[in-house]
């Protein structure tokens, strides 16, 4: 699954294109609806499809960006462009088990 990322389903459950086109559909209806300051807690596969559509990034550029377990990504949008101000945050976990 790692070799075609883009073509991979899961068993029994969405092909990667599929889950990448709901979630962005889900972005952009609900982004005009939320307050200035928003906390989302999702899955590694939902903070790659926000960070991809949100700074515009090509497969390639997204491949490189890290993604941690329980990582910190903050984007900021200043008049309408998005960009990042935190990538990959994991300081907060330093000293657990």
Same mark, same amino acid.
């Given at each position: 699954?790692?070799?075609?990322? $883009? ?7 969405? @092909?990667?294109?599929?889950? *990448?086109? *709901?979630?962005? @559909?889900?972005? $952009? ?7 200035? *300051? =928003?906390?989302? %807690?999702? $899955?590694?596969?939902? %903070?790659?499809?926000?960070? =991809? ?16 377990? @329980?990582? %910190?990504? =903050?984007?900021?949008? =200043?008049?309408?462009?998005? $960009?990042?101000? *935190? ?11």
């Amino acid at each position: 699954w790692r070799v075609a990322v $883009h073509e991979f389903a899961y068993p029994d459950g969405d @092909a990667v294109p599929a889950f *990448r086109a *709901r979630v962005a @559909a889900t972005l $952009h209806a609900w982004l005009p609806t939320t307050p200035a *300051r =928003t906390l989302l %807690i999702v $899955h590694k596969g939902v %903070i790659a499809t926000v960070v =991809t559509e949100l700074l515009r990034l090509s497969p390639a550029e997204r491949a490189v960006w890290p993604i941690d377990l @329980a990582s %910190i990504h =903050t984007l900021v949008a =200043t008049a309408g462009e998005w $960009h990042a101000e *935190r990538v990959n945050q994991t300081d907060h976990l330093d000293g657990l088990p």
